[in-house]
């Protein structure tokens, strides 16, 4: 039995996880051997606004017993972005130690792309989730005057870049075996020659997997012009968030791309979300594409150890999709209700 913690957030947030949880209950119901139990958790900005708090400040301790968490959105317009971020997102992935930000990358058949008609993308990328450039060290010095400075530290450790890469080789060797890492060490003359030369000692851990290192500018230019030529990306937090929008965006809608935040040690639980936001402007409307959320959902089953289940979420997806059954965000006309009995119907028949 999997416990499942749902976090359904703000704005769409809670469609679409809504969505997520009933095709999970699907998948159940077609598989003995998947038993899943959910907990909803009625945390955001609403909660925010009312409690002073974006969620209970115990919530960790209370999450710690599930064995996934699944998050709609956080972020409203009346809560500030640093509020929603550093009062449930972070805090998560911090305390439970995520240190791998996951995003898969493919083009679902009935999605289109900018990419229509020439070699289709299936790549991981793989980003750095707790250190790096996103640290909280620096200052601002000389406020107000001419000469104003601000500074701030990228904090690279060496157990920090060992297992985010050696996370990077793993799954590139149950992959197509090759790992491109994300550097700029032409540039950043501390920081990334450091994570280069720990990329190249664990790769001799893995001789089966084919490495090699890429400014990440021109890796940038490369995934635009011809993203099948990736299987895995490695790359610090700053880089690894940069590169994963550009291959999210050359692949379709962002209401598709999914995304896990990890603890592969199994320690603690991981999140599972999809990578938009709450989107105010379509929230309430019934129109909220619940693809990003129920391939994320395929992602959790996968980290659960049930990669079958994983791939039949996955694949009634995908055969919905592109059997016409679509938001207007991907040209259709169906709502966020069609869309998902669509998904639970092919699970179940
Ligand atoms: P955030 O800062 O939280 O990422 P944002 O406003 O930058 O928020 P989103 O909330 O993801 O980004 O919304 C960006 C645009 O994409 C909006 O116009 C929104 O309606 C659309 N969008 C996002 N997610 C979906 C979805 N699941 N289905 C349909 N449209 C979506």
Redesign the pocket.
């Known amino acids: 039995m999997a416990r499942i913690a749902v976090i359904g957030g703000d704005g769409?947030g809670p469609e679409?996880v809504g969505a997520g949880v009933r095709v999970l209950e699907a998948a159940a119901r077609a598989d003995s051997s998947l038993e899943l139990e959910f907990e909803r958790f009625p945390w955001g900005c609403e909660h925010y606004l009312k409690h002073g708090r974006m969620m209970p400040e115990d919530a960790l301790e209370t999450l710690s017993s599930f064995d996934a968490i699944y998050l709609g959105?956080v972020?409203w317009p009346s809560v500030p972005d640093h509020v929603s971020l550093w009062g449930l997102l972070l805090p998560i992935r911090r305390g439970f130690d995520q240190y791998v930000n996951l995003r898969p990358v493919r083009l679902l058949r009935g999605v289109g792309s900018p990419l229509a008609g020439r070699a289709q993308p299936d790549l991981l990328v793989v980003r750095e989730n707790t250190e790096g450039e996103y640290s909280d060290a620096g200052g601002r010095l000389h406020r107000g005057t001419p000469h104003e400075i601000a500074v701030q530290e990228s904090v690279f450790t060496r157990r920090g870049v060992e297992r985010i890469v050696r996370y990077a080789y793993e799954r590139a060797r149950e992959r197509r075996g090759l790992l491109t890492g994300a550097t700029k060490s032409n540039g950043i003359s501390v920081t990334m020659p450091f994570f280069d030369e720990i990329f190249r000692e664990v790769g001799e851990e893995f001789p089966e997997v084919e490495a090699s290192l890429m400014h990440a500018d021109a890796l940038a230019a490369r995934l635009v012009l011809d993203p099948a030529a990736f299987d895995v990306i490695v790359g610090s937090n700053l880089l690894g968030d940069i590169l994963s929008e550009i291959t999210a965006a050359v692949c379709g809608a962002?209401?598709i791309a999914p995304s896990a935040n990890l603890d592969p040690t199994g320690e603690h639980p991981s999140l599972f979300e999809?990578i938009?936001?709450?989107?105010p402007?379509?929230a309430g409307r019934g129109v909220?594409?619940p693809a990003?959320a129920i391939w994320a959902a395929s992602l959790m089953l996968d980290h659960l150890g049930h990669g079958e289940a994983a791939s039949r979420v996955l694949g009634a997806l995908e055969e919905t999709l592109a059997g016409g059954v679509r938001?207007p965000?991907l040209g259709g006309d169906a709502g966020t209700e069609e869309v998902t009995r669509a998904v639970v119907r092919r699970l179940l028949f």
């Open positions: 769409i679409v959105a972020g962002i209401g999809p938009h936001g709450s989107a402007d379509i909220a594409n990003g938001t965000d």
